[in-house]
């Protein structure tokens, strides 16, 4: 289980990451601009992204003890 929640989390980390990276330098990768009833909305869910990722590696390190 703690292998899933981290893939998850890393898995929702890069596209938290390609969303911004996409928003600031106009680079074509990742999921989020592709979501077509997220258009300007695209910082604030790459931003939740970023934030899931986050609580997810927190899930997963509270597994392991």
């Known amino acids: 289980m703690k ?6 989390g890393l898995m929702a980390v890069i596209q938290g990451v390609a969303g911004l990276v996409h928003e600031f330098t106009d680079w074509r990768w990742g999921l989020v ?3 077509g009833f997220l ?3 695209e ?3 790459s931003v939740a992204l ?4 986050g ?3 927190a899930a997963a390190e509270s597994r392991s003890g």
């Open 3 to 8: 292998e899933l929640l981290e893939f998850l």
């Open 33 to 35: 601009q592709r979501i």
């Open 39 to 41: 258009d300007g909305y």
């Open 43 to 45: 910082v604030y869910a």
């Open 50 to 53: 970023l934030a899931l990722g």
């Open 55 to 57: 609580a997810l590696f």
